[in-house]
């Protein structure tokens, strides 16, 4: 995957087009970031659905690099919480309550990102962890 088919991921996930981000997936990837575990199209779907009726999330690409096999990236997920998403709500739906956010608050995360790419370029595993 190269910077500008990445791009079209980034901008497909910024404006919340879950069927085109999970078309860059293979079958049996593994999305997990912070408590969160996603094995699934639907199971994507449910949540980025429910986070996003309460936040408006962006990703803002800092650094790139790629191989075949490979994407690595930093970047900054920016997330404003247009209405609070209380924990409980989150509880209710099997979620960790770290996602809990007030209305107004605004967070600014900087990231490295990496996602393992099959011999088709489908991503198969994605994983990031907060930037220093």
Known sequence: MNRAEYQTYADAFNSRNYDAVYDFYAD????SFFGIDLHSREEFKR???LLHAHVI???TISK???SPELVALEGTIRVEATKTLPASTLEE?????TFAIEAGQVLEMPQYIHYHLNEA???TSVGCTLAS
């Open 121 to 123: 370029g489908k991503i």
């Open 64 to 66: 790139f690099a790629s």
């Open 47 to 49: 949540f980025y659905n």
């Open 57 to 59: 999330e962006t990703l």
């Open 93 to 97: 739906a099997g979620l960790p309550t």
């Open 28 to 31: 049996d990837v593994k999305i």
